[in-house]
């Protein structure tokens, strides 16, 4: 009975920091969606959130759900700046001057944060006070609740905002084709400032919610990224059902092998999923063929 | 006056000069057609007017204003609706989506005005009603074709751009659709179609214009372009028998 309570605890776990993976995957997805390139630079949104975060809460005493909503709102200001600064000026280059262009804004923001915050790592409040609740010995972590029922309203909201609302067909437009969209009088390049806009409040949101888990620092961005990157590739490149799948399997697999097989290695495992999966399902799971695009 | 003037534009594709001054005008109320052999530069002309391709050299009016330095969404707003070659269908959205994005420059429709439209656009073309929530990839070539011309009248457009709609469409529906062109135009739609189908784009069209490599050649009516000896050698399938 414990052997089997004791792998609820972990694939509750394994869930929660999945789904930290997933909302930094759907970030990514989306980017590469509406651009054709992807953002080395993600993992560093959900680094900003938390940063944000500890400046408001911790460093200027803003109550709790304002410092939230002002980390949200500052990454949604980053998100403008980001698209302007690192893509705009390249938008009509190949995908590898952006691709570097990101990696660049990467090194310039941890490094930007280095130098106001310092390298020590700075812990961060859960969202709620309580611990958690004790379920039939399953004992589920009020940040971890807290995480699953957030990422669960944002693949809810997302998925409305694209597939029921005119705005969200006009991103879909705009990632299927920009000149179709351009002559339909889309607003290209506004469309395209929404997706940073969203993507980077995604990726904050998810650096706010792991914050209080792995301590905020520099670093804790590049690892997200990571593990999100194989969850998209996991998932099926480019596809958004797959992201949110992609990332909660990492999830689990990395708590489960860490639980049954040994700590140390935790982040290994995640990096051999992706190679099993390269190896033998490059597509992902809910990927199609992908043809190079033109 | 005219409601769309070309004054000698010159449009560069790369290094290659795909139009050279070209000329042209279009009346209120008029559809007029362009003919060419390939890579005449009729795609070129219609994205210069939209917008696609900024001219080198020249000017192009719409409405009494100069519209060659912006940029497609602009140009789009002022009701020029662009349906380019290869339909261009939003592979992943719906018909009905597809169709409702024709809107785009109209600003926010309330619901019921938008579901009317829609259903008008399948009064136009009913074969396409019933995928209405198909994907657009899922469609076969004519009824891409449809769909595309739909979502280009949905922007109730002054001026229409149709580039190459016949192309790789049975007869039948190529008929079909002439039949469609020749009701819009009826509605007060002034059309300015890009055709290689010369004998159909004559049948339906005021004026004719024949593009030759990146500059005019003729000029006319349908009679005088099929009475063109020259024109009837090249585009028209033979000599006078």
């Known amino acids: 009975m414990q052997v089997l309570f004791d792998n609820l605890q972990v694939l509750f776990q394994g869930l929660a920091l999945g789904s930290i ?3 930094v995957a759907l970030g990514f997805v989306l980017i590469i969606r509406a651009t054709n390139v992807v953002n080395f630079a993600q993992g560093d949104f959900a680094m900003l959130g938390a940063y944000s975060m500890v400046l408001f809460f911790t460093g200027l005493g803003w109550p709790y759900w304002v410092s939230f909503v002002g980390a949200l709102a500052a990454m949604a200001v980053f998100g403008v700046i980001f698209n302007y600064g690192v893509y705009y000026p390249l ?5 590898l001057p952006v691709v570097i262009s990101t990696l660049g804004a990467s090194i310039f923001l941890q490094n930007t944060v280095l130098a106001v915050f310092g390298p020590q790592p700075r812990p961060l409040e859960k969202v709620l006070a309580a611990d958690g609740v004790n ?4 004992f589920l972590d009020s940040q971890y609740l807290v995480i699953l029922a957030v990422t669960l309203a944002l693949v809810l909201f997302t998925y409305l905002f694209f597939e029921h609302t005119l705005l969200g067909k006009k991103l879909q437009a705009t990632s299927q084709d920009k000149d179709m969209a351009r002559l339909l009088g889309i607003p290209v390049a506004l469309m395209i400032s929404i997706t940073f806009i969203y993507s980077a409040v995604l ?18 961005g590049s690892i997200i990224a990571l593990k999100a990157f194989a969850a998209t590739i996991i998932g099926g490149f480019g596809d958004v059902t797959g992201a949110i799948v992609g990332g909660l399997l990492l999830g689990v697999i990395e708590s489960m092998a860490a639980y049954h097989i040994s700590v140390p290695y935790k982040d290994a495992y995640a990096f051999l999923a992706l190679f099993i999966f390269l190896l033998f399902r490059p597509s992902g799971i809910f990927g199609e063929k992908v043809s190079e695009k033109a | 006056m005219a409601l769309l003037e070309l004054k000698g534009v010159a449009s560069y594709y790369g290094n290659v000069q795909a139009l050279k001054g070209l000329s042209l005008h279009v009346n209120q109320g008029e559809l007029v057609t362009l003919l060419g052999a390939n890579g005449a530069g009729k795609s070129t002309t219609l994205k210069t007017i939209s917008g696609l391709v900024q001219p080198a050299q020249g000017e192009v009016w719409f409405e009494g204003r100069p519209i060659h330095r912006l940029g497609p969404e602009a140009i789009a707003k002022l009701g020029i609706s662009h349906v380019p070659e290869g339909r261009r269908i939003f592979p992943g959205l719906t018909v009905r989506e597809n169709i409702m994005l024709g809107t785009s420059t109209r600003g926010r429709l309330p619901r019921a005005q938008m579901a009317d439209e829609v259903e008008q656009m399948f009064a136009i073309f009913p074969e396409i009603k019933k995928f209405e929530n198909a994907l657009g990839w899922t469609l076969s070539g004519g009824q891409q074709q449809m769909l595309a011309v739909a979502r280009g009248l949905m922007a109730r457009p002054k001026l229409l751009l149709l580039d190459e709609p016949s192309l790789g469409l049975a007869p039948l529906i190529v008929q079909n659709l002439f039949g469609t062109i020749r009701e819009i135009r009826s509605l007060g739609t002034t059309i300015l179609l890009v055709e290689q189908n010369a004998n159909m784009a004559l049948s339906v069209a005021d004026r004719g214009y024949v593009l030759e490599t990146g500059s005019l050649t003729v000029e006319g009516t349908p009679q005088d372009l099929l009475d063109n000896e020259e024109v009837r050698a090249a585009y028209l399938g033979g000599h006078h028998g």
Not at chain 1, 91 to 95: D, E, V, Y
Not at chain 1, 206 to 214: H, S
């Open chain 1, 21 to 23: 993976y997933s909302l």
């Open chain 1, 91 to 95: 938008r009509h280059r190949s995908f």
């Open chain 1, 135 to 138: 379920i039939g010995g399953v």
């Open chain 1, 203 to 220: 990726g904050g949101i998810a650096g706010v919610l792991v914050g209080p888990i792995l301590f905020v620092s520099i670093g804790m």
